[in-house]
């Protein structure tokens, strides 16, 4: 018999500790021999498809998303559970867009996420990551919002 969960989650991760949170949400949510997807989108990291035809495209990209992958690596250790398969990977673009693509493209059955606290106004002016994805993804999301006064999920 098998635990009720998730059995693949996609946890996009910013680089900060604060979104590395939603590691731990994703482990509680997935199901036996579940599979994780940890992903970290850069906006500025020139994509293969862009690059001209004589180009080694794929040395290219690992090259210039080496650390993205380095830290990535790094993270895929605070998923502690052993049933579970954990993959990464680097994309470019916007956040949000590529979020969702990637929620598609694997097929994912969730997303989790960490909410950064920020003011309102900045929120209204630009919008947030997590808010975009909120409204326009097919899956669930599990927010995690770190705790201001001692670093837990609340």
């Given at each position: 018999m098998s635990l009720p969960g998730f059995s693949h989650i996609l946890v996009p991760?910013?680089?900060t500790p604060s979104?590395?949170?939603s590691l731990e949400a994703a482990a509680r949510a997935a199901?036996?021999?579940g599979k994780v997807t940890i992903v970290q989108i850069v906006e500025d990291l020139v994509s293969p498809h862009q690059l001209p035809d004589d180009c080694d495209k794929q040395a290219f990209w690992q090259e210039q998303a080496r650390p993205v992958?380095?830290?990535?690596e790094k993270v895929k250790a605070l998923v502690t559970r052993d049933d579970l398969k954990v993959e990464t990977m680097a994309a470019s673009g916007n956040p949000a867009e590529a979020i969702l693509d990637i929620a598609k493209k694997l097929a994912v059955e969730a997303i989790a996420m960490s909410s950064h606290s920020r003011s309102v106004l900045r929120q209204v002016l630009i919008g947030s990551t997590v808010?975009?994805?909120m409204s326009r993804a097919a899956v669930p999301l599990l927010i995690v919002h770190p705790s201001t006064e001692d670093g837990n999920i609340s």
């Amino acid at each position: 018999m098998s635990l009720p969960g998730f059995s693949h989650i996609l946890v996009p991760l910013d680089g900060t500790p604060s979104s590395e949170l939603s590691l731990e949400a994703a482990a509680r949510a997935a199901s036996q021999n579940g599979k994780v997807t940890i992903v970290q989108i850069v906006e500025d990291l020139v994509s293969p498809h862009q690059l001209p035809d004589d180009c080694d495209k794929q040395a290219f990209w690992q090259e210039q998303a080496r650390p993205v992958l380095e830290y990535l690596e790094k993270v895929k250790a605070l998923v502690t559970r052993d049933d579970l398969k954990v993959e990464t990977m680097a994309a470019s673009g916007n956040p949000a867009e590529a979020i969702l693509d990637i929620a598609k493209k694997l097929a994912v059955e969730a997303i989790a996420m960490s909410s950064h606290s920020r003011s309102v106004l900045r929120q209204v002016l630009i919008g947030s990551t997590v808010q975009t994805v909120m409204s326009r993804a097919a899956v669930p999301l599990l927010i995690v919002h770190p705790s201001t006064e001692d670093g837990n999920i609340s």
